[in-house]
């Protein structure tokens, strides 16, 4: 906790070039979705106030359509619980344009929808704002030694969450004379995951693999393309998308396996 409190207190800065640059591709970026939405008739017509116009609205209506159009039918789309009916007192479902909505939809629109919209919100509301402090002065987060779920957690900002993409994590620098790195553990949830069990039930297959030196996410990706172990590894080496890629690679594909399973996740969210 000490050490999280003086990390706190040294704070964190940032390279005024890369900020820059980030904002101006983030207003790219929302131009571009801006001009999506205007596309596909997202946005309701413009409103003036007193002769200035307004910034459009979004068209909840017309981004449901969408999402009953690509699911073949507001019958097959997917429903949130919805509103109450006033004159009824009953809830009324309503079609769902979540995020997981979208990116399951199949519809190329959607899922970029999806994706930008995303990390263009967490990047314009939180972090560009810190980081244009962070380039004159260190910003300082606030960290938590323990929270429920055993982690620490940490906020304004969330150093621990940052976007993958988007350019976010490239802006922070160490001051002069100063350098990041980074040390972790090795798998050091599965392997105590391994032992836990090898402790409670006498037996752990992840902890024979373990031993044996396997990765256990190659392991797992292994089965999931129905190859060896060694074929895995060399295509892993080789850089293969169907082990490799970030999003559809069977290594990223193997995490919800290897961590939710044993974490207690269910079927249905294991499907999701």
């Not at 490239?170 to 798998?187: I, K, T």
């Not at 293969?240 to 969210?269: H, W, Y």
Request: charge should be positive; aromatic fraction near 8%.
């Amino acid at each position: 906790a000490f050490a999280l409190h003086l990390m706190g207190v040294w704070g964190i800065r940032a390279n005024g070039e890369r900020v820059a640059k980030l904002a101006t591709e983030i207003a790219a970026r929302a131009a571009k979705l801006d001009a999506m939405k205007q596309e596909f008739g997202l946005f309701n017509a413009p409103k003036f106030k007193k002769g200035v116009e307004q910034a459009p609205t979004a068209n909840k209506k017309a981004l449901q359509l969408a999402v009953a159009a690509a699911y073949g039918g507001a019958d097959y789309a997917p429903k949130t619980k919805g509103r109450i009916d006033k004159t009824t007192g009953e809830r009324v479902p309503e079609i769902a344009t979540d995020k997981e909505t979208l990116l399951n939809s199949g519809d190329e629109f959607l899922v970029e929808l999806a994706e930008t919209g995303e990390s263009l919100s967490g990047v314009r509301t939180t972090f560009l704002p810190a980081l244009t402090r962070a380039v004159n002065a260190p910003v300082c987060p606030s960290w938590q030694a323990l929270v429920a779920t055993g982690r620490i957690s940490c906020w304004a900002p969330n150093l621990t969450n940052q976007p993958r993409a988007g350019g976010v994590r490239e802006c922070w620098e160490a001051r002069p004379g100063y350098l990041f790195f980074n040390a972790d553990y090795d798998s050091a949830e599965l392997r105590s995951l391994a032992q836990v069990t090898y402790t409670l039930f006498g037996q752990s297959t992840m902890r024979d693999a373990l031993n044996d030196g396997k990765q256990l996410h190659l392991l797992t990706a292994s089965t999931l393309l129905g190859i060896t172990y060694d074929e895995c590894v060399a295509r892993f080496k080789a850089g293969s998308p169907d082990v490799c890629d970030k999003k559809t690679g069977a290594r990223q594909l193997a995490k919800p396996i290897n961590f939710g399973l044993g974490g207690g996740m269910g079927a249905e969210t294991f499907v999701k």
